[in-house]
Every structure is written in structure tokens, then in C-alpha cells.
């Protein structure tokens, strides 16, 4: 079985190299400035405990040498998934298990129109990749939690080798027959993401996120979409995921913070509070903070801007003079 990472980012970065330091076969699929470091140096994979090279074989979309028994771990940002499950199912063996590794719930169903074995895996890994050829590992020893299920439910013996290669590389994992309630649980979870990348951390952030949150739960139940619950997800991450200092310094932020600090002109906020939006538009449930956050989210990126530009309070008053 060959891992082929279709995005080597840092979720796919980190998992990809961990495996490969696992003594699994793995091809990370990358693009431009990153794919030629990798090649040229090898994967520079840090961690809080320690920085190494790691000489995981890498290639763009287009030379990936397809075999049977191959799956295919997709961590893509959810807004580029669209734009390759195309040329990936025309050049994959249609048998392919895609095993989507990514932060949003849109990205199975969407995967399920290409390949008929669709797996989900809920990440809870904090990582980076903010330049060329270089990806980092925020927590240690325990790198990351990557449960995995089936789609759209159940489990079965693929499920279970992949939950297996991940303990492996290091991460915890378990295949879980409901992993969708995992993942909408964590969709909550990254309504902030949006928060961290247009405001930052400053006075009203935290604010900011909570109505976030408020909606994302009135939609989901309106939608009669029924995640985990708050303390059962608490308890599965509680005492696993240890942050650490790299180089000397904290990580800078989450998946979308990361976007516009890299300058990539796209962020994944349509997939995480547009979902929200969307669930609301279509039950009748006002989501009002989401939707700001998405459209400003969105103009920052189209705009090259860093992250954390926008005041929360900015933000804030908007919503409630409109309330």
C-alpha cells in the first residue's frame, strides 16, 4: 500500500513525512516552489523536539506513477478540492480509496461523485507550512489525533489498515463508524479559524467566535445533523495534543491564518463558516457572523493582505447594529 499525499501542505506535509519515517511507502504531490525544495533538499519537518531532512520522494499531479493498491490521502484546502478530484479520478485506477484528510464535511460527499471508497478522517493536528520545502509539527510526542471512518458511514478493513499506519507514524487513530459527527463537531471547532484570520487575537475575538459557534450549532440542528457532543469530543482530545515552542517561538496560527500570511490569494472559509451559511440559508436560521466572516476573509485573501488586519470590535458592531 502506497500513501500518495495530493497535497503536501502541513497537514499532508507532517502526516506524509511521518509516515515515510514509519517505514511506509509515500509520494507527496506538490506544485511550484515547494515541490522543487523537497526535491532538491527533502522535507524539512520540524517538531518541539527536534528538525530533520526527510527524504519522502515528492512529485507534481502530473507524474504520479499510479499502482494498484495505491490511496490516495487528499489534504487539500477544501476550496481546492473541487478544482482536483477531476484530473485526479481521470488519473487514478478507478479503485482507488481517497481517504479525505481535511478540515470542512463538503469534501466526502464531493469525492463520492469521482471514487466509489470514500474515507473521512477527522484531523486534530496543529501544524504549519509557511515557506518552501518546510512543514512543522506543533505538538509532541503525540503529533496528532486522525480518526477515520468510511463514507458516509461505517468502518471496514481499509479503514482499519489506515487507522493503523497512522499509529504507526506516531498519531492516535481509531476508525469510527459515525466519523461524520466527528467531523461536523470540529466544523464548530474551526468557525473560529475565520475569527484568528481576519482579527487575531485581540479584545472581542473570542466574542466574535462564540456567535460564530451559537449559529453553527442553531444551523446543524435545524439541519437535524447531530455531531458528537462538546464534552464527548473534549474527552477524546484531552491530555493528547501537548504544544510546543519551535525554534524558540509559539505557532503563529491556524489553516486559514496561514493562508493569508502566505499570501496565496484563496482561503478555505467558504468550506467552514460558508458551510454554516449554507445550512442556514436553506432551514431558515440567520447566520449573520458567519457570513461577515466569510465574505471579509475572503477579501483579505483576494486582496493579498496578512492576517489579523481587521479589528473584532470593527466586526462586532456591525453585527449588532444590524441585530
Known sequence: MTFVVYGAGAVGGVLGGLLHEAGHDVVLVARGEHLAAIQNRGLRLASPERVRHVPVPAVSPAEVAWRPGDVVLLAVKSDATQSVLPALAAAAPPETPLVSVQNGVANEPAALRWFAHVYGVCVMMPAAHLEPGVVEQHCAPTPGILDVGRF????????????????????????????????????????????????????????????????????????????????????????????????????????????????????????????????????????????????????????????????????????????
Open 152 to 323: 458516509p458511514t461505517g468502518v471496514d478493513d481499509r479503514a482499519d489498515a489506515v487507522a493503523a499506519a497512522f499509529r504507526a507514524a506516531g498519531f492516535v487513530s481509531e476508525p469510527r463508524p459515525d466519523i461524520m459527527r466527528w467531523k461536523y463537531r470540529k466544523l464548530l471547532l474551526n468557525l473560529g479559524n475565520a475569527v484568528e484570520a481576519v482579527c487575531g487575537q485581540d479584545a472581542g475575538a473570542e466574542e466574535l467566535a462564540e456567535l460564530a459557534r451559537r449559529e453553527g450549532e442553531a444551523a446543524l440542528a435545524a439541519a437535524r445533523i447531530d455531531p458528537v457532543s462538546e464534552q464527548t469530543d473534549e474527552e477524546r482530545r484531552a491530555g493528547i495534543l501537548e504544544l510546543g515552542l519551535i525554534d524558540g517561538r509559539p505557532r503563529g496560527g491556524g489553516s486559514s491564518w496561514q493562508s493569508l500570511a502566505r499570501r496565496t490569494g484563496t482561503i478555505e472559509t467558504d468550506y467552514l463558516n460558508g458551510e454554516i451559511v449554507r445550512l442556514g440559508r436553506l432551514h431558515g436560521v440567520p447566520t449573520p457572523a458567519n457570513e461577515l466572516l466569510r465574505r471579509r476573509a475572503n477579501q483579505l485573501a483576494a486582496a493579498g493582505r496578512p492576517p489579523a488586519g481587521v479589528p473584532a470590535t470593527e466586526l462586532l458592531r456591525r453585527l449588532y447594529s444590524v441585530s
